[in-house]
C-alpha cells in the first residue's frame, strides 16, 4: 500500500482508474502503476525494461488484466520509437499486446456478465498503436482515422487528461505531415491547426511536465518553426 500511495500523485486522477481498478490483485494494481508512472520518464533503455517488467509482473499476477496488455503495449511501441522504429518485430509485439487487452474488454454476447467497457488506457494504446501503424503504411488514411476514433473515446472517458491530450495532437501532426507530402496543403493547415490548439492545451494544464513541452516542441520542429520548437525543447529540459 505504501508503494501505491507514492506512486498515485504521479499519476493523474484521470489517467488512473475512471470507473475504478479492474483488477482485485492490490500488487497487480502496484505494479501497473510503477509501469504507468515510467511511460512518462524519458525514455531510456533502462527506463522501457523496467516499464516493460512492471506491467508483465502486473499480467503474471493477473492475466485477465486488460489495462496492464494496454500498458505493455504502450511499452512496446515506446521501445520501438526509441530504437528508431527500426524493428518492426517490436511493433508486432506491442500489436499483439493491444489486442490482447482489447479482446479482454470485446462484448461477450454469448455471456454478457463477463462483459466489459473499453477503458481510457486500452483505447490509449490502440491509438497510438494505430498511428505508428499509419506511419509506415501507404494507406495511412484508414490507419490515422482508427487512431483518432480510438483517441476520442479515450478523450469522452477523460476530457481533461494530458495524455490522451498529447496522443490526439500528435495524431493529427501525423496527419499533416502526410497531408503536406500528398499536396493537400488545405487540409494539412486544417490538421496543424488542431494538433498545435491541442498540444498548446496540454502545456498550460499539465504543470509543466516535461513531455508535454517536448511534445509541442517536436510539433514545431516537424513544421519548421525551429525558434518556437527551441524554446519549448529549452522548457523540456529545465
Request: with cysteine; hydrophobic share 35%.
Given at each position: 500500500?505504501?508503494?501505491?500511495?507514492?506512486?498515485?500523485?504521479?499519476?493523474?486522477?484521470?489517467?488512473?482508474?475512471?470507473?475504478?481498478?479492474?483488477?482485485?490483485?492490490?500488487?497487480?494494481?502496484?505494479?501497473?502503476?510503477?509501469?504507468?508512472?515510467?511511460?512518462?520518464?524519458?525514455?531510456?533503455?533502462?527506463?522501457?525494461?523496467?516499464?516493460?517488467?512492471?506491467?508483465?509482473?502486473?499480467?503474471?499476477?493477473?492475466?485477465?488484466?486488460?489495462?496492464?496488455?494496454?500498458?505493455?503495449?504502450?511499452?512496446?511501441?515506446?521501445?520501438?520509437?526509441?530504437?528508431?522504429?527500426?524493428?518492426?518485430?517490436?511493433?508486432?509485439?506491442?500489436?499483439?499486446?493491444?489486442?490482447?487487452?482489447?479482446?479482454?474488454?470485446?462484448?461477450?454476447?454469448?455471456?454478457?456478465?463477463?462483459?466489459?467497457?473499453?477503458?481510457?488506457?486500452?483505447?490509449?494504446?490502440?491509438?497510438?498503436?494505430?498511428?505508428?501503424?499509419?506511419?509506415?503504411?501507404?494507406?495511412?488514411?484508414?490507419?490515422?482515422?482508427?487512431?483518432?476514433?480510438?483517441?476520442?473515446?479515450?478523450?469522452?472517458?477523460?476530457?481533461?487528461?494530458?495524455?490522451?491530450?498529447?496522443?490526439?495532437?500528435?495524431t493529427y501532426s501525423?496527419?499533416?505531415?502526410?497531408s503536406t507530402d500528398?499536396?493537400?496543403?488545405?487540409?494539412?493547415?486544417?490538421?496543424?491547426?488542431?494538433?498545435?490548439?491541442?498540444?498548446?492545451?496540454?502545456?498550460?494544464?499539465?504543470?509543466?511536465?516535461?513531455?508535454?513541452?517536448?511534445?509541442?516542441?517536436?510539433?514545431?520542429?516537424?513544421?519548421?518553426?525551429?525558434?518556437?520548437?527551441?524554446?519549448?525543447?529549452?522548457?523540456?529540459?529545465?
Amino acid at each position: 500500500r505504501q508503494v501505491l500511495y507514492k506512486i498515485l500523485p504521479l499519476i493523474t486522477s484521470a489517467e488512473r482508474f475512471p470507473s475504478g481498478p479492474s483488477t482485485k490483485e492490490l500488487e497487480a494494481y502496484n505494479e501497473y502503476l510503477k509501469g504507468r508512472a515510467l511511460l512518462r520518464e524519458p525514455s531510456t533503455d533502462s527506463i522501457i525494461k523496467a516499464t516493460k517488467e512492471h506491467f508483465r509482473s502486473a499480467i503474471g499476477l493477473d492475466p485477465a488484466y486488460a489495462e496492464a496488455w494496454a500498458g505493455l503495449c504502450e511499452a512496446l511501441l515506446a521501445d520501438y520509437k526509441h530504437n528508431n522504429r527500426s524493428n518492426y518485430q517490436i511493433l508486432q509485439k506491442g500489436k499483439a499486446a493491444c489486442e490482447h487487452a482489447l479482446g479482454l474488454t470485446t462484448s461477450d454476447t454469448l455471456q454478457p456478465s463477463k462483459s466489459r467497457v473499453v477503458s481510457l488506457e486500452v483505447y490509449l494504446a490502440q491509438g497510438i498503436l494505430y498511428r505508428e501503424e499509419g506511419d509506415k503504411s501507404d494507406e495511412y488514411e484508414k490507419y490515422y482515422d482508427d487512431s483518432l476514433e480510438a483517441l476520442l473515446q479515450a478523450e469522452k472517458l477523460s476530457p481533461d487528461s494530458p495524455r490522451v491530450l498529447m496522443e490526439l495532437g500528435a495524431t493529427y501532426s501525423s496527419l499533416a505531415a502526410k497531408s503536406t507530402d500528398a499536396s493537400n496543403l488545405d487540409i494539412a493547415k486544417d490538421y496543424i491547426e488542431k494538433a498545435e490548439l491541442i498540444l498548446l492545451r496540454v502545456t498550460q494544464m499539465d504543470g509543466g511536465h516535461w513531455d508535454s513541452f517536448q511534445a509541442l516542441a517536436n510539433f514545431y520542429f516537424d513544421n519548421g518553426d525551429f525558434p518556437q520548437a527551441i524554446q519549448f525543447y529549452e522548457k523540456a529540459w529545465e
